[in-house]
T-cell receptor, first 116, second 114 residues
Framework: AQKVTQTQTSISVMEKTTVTMDCVYE???????LFWYKQTASGEIVFLIR??????ENATEGHYSLNFQKPKSSIGLIITATQIEDSAVYFC?????????????FGHGTILRVHP | NAGVIQTPRHKVTGKGQEATLWCEPI?????VFWYRQTIVQGLEFLTY????????DSGMPKERFSAQMPNQSHSTLKIQSTQPQDSAVYLC????????????FGPGTRLTVL
């Protein structure tokens, strides 16, 4: 079974700074997908970025990027130039590869508060 | 594109009553997932359909919970004899294909069992 752990319960940062959120995972699979989602105050869950385990390059998407360290089973999310509207709960998740797989296993989330 | 649609947005039931939750996935998406979110357990997977066929129901409680996908445009999650511990936000998500592609989540149905 897969397991995802986010140890940071909450983080507070000033606007326009860079923040890193940690995530470690456990799996017996040699190939898997890693995701970050955010949940806004309204409850909406939005996909942010994905990392394929077989790719060495860190994924980037706008002001989101990942720090993928496979030997450490770690996938950190980096948000640069944070904005007030980045305040949300951020979830790390993973899924297995294969046609009949797809369920996401989520961490418990990290609350990000961005202050002006 | 309207996104994933879930109805009702809020449902209140009495203990022992039945609750049926509806989900309309994004048109063209072949994978549909159901999750449950609570403060204590977080986001938990319940069940997964691909091309309307049940693929993985490993997260479904063995009793009282059932899910169906009678056609490509909607899925239902039914909870019989609801209990207070069933109170949660039930989320439906869809994706192009399970696994690789990101999932798009609906707004959720908040179920409260009194």
């Amino acid at each position: 079974a897969q397991k995802v752990t986010q140890t940071q319960t909450s983080i507070s940062v000033m606007e326009k700074t860079t923040v890193t959120m940690d995530c470690v995972y456990e799996t017996r699979d040699s190939s898997y997908f890693l995701f970050w989602y955010k949940q806004t105050a309204s409850g909406e869950i939005v996909f942010l970025i994905r990392q394929d385990s077989y790719k060495k390059e860190n994924a980037t998407e706008g002001h989101y990027s990942l720090n993928f360290q496979k030997p450490k089973s770690s996938i950190g999310l980096i948000i640069t130039a944070t904005q007030i509207e980045d305040s949300a709960v951020y979830f790390c998740a993973m899924s297995r590869t294969g046609a009949n797989t797809g369920k996401l296993t989520f961490g418990h989330g990290t609350i990000l508060r961005v202050h002006p | 594109n309207a996104g994933v649609i879930q109805t009702p947005r809020h449902k209140v039931t009495g203990k022992g009553q039945e609750a049926t939750l509806w989900c309309e996935p994004i048109s063209g998406h072949s994978a549909v997932f159901w999750y449950r979110q609570t403060i204590v357990q977080g986001l938990e997977f319940l069940t997964y359909f691909r091309n309307q066929a049940p693929i993985d129901d490993s997260g479904m409680p063995k009793e009282r919970f059932s899910a169906q996908m009678p056609n490509q445009s909607h899925s239902t999650l039914k909870i019989q004899s609801t209990q207070p511990q069933d109170s949660a936000v039930y989320l439906c998500a869809s994706s192009l294909v399970g696994g690789y592609y990101e999932q798009y989540f609906g707004p959720g149905t908040r179920l409260t069992v009194l």
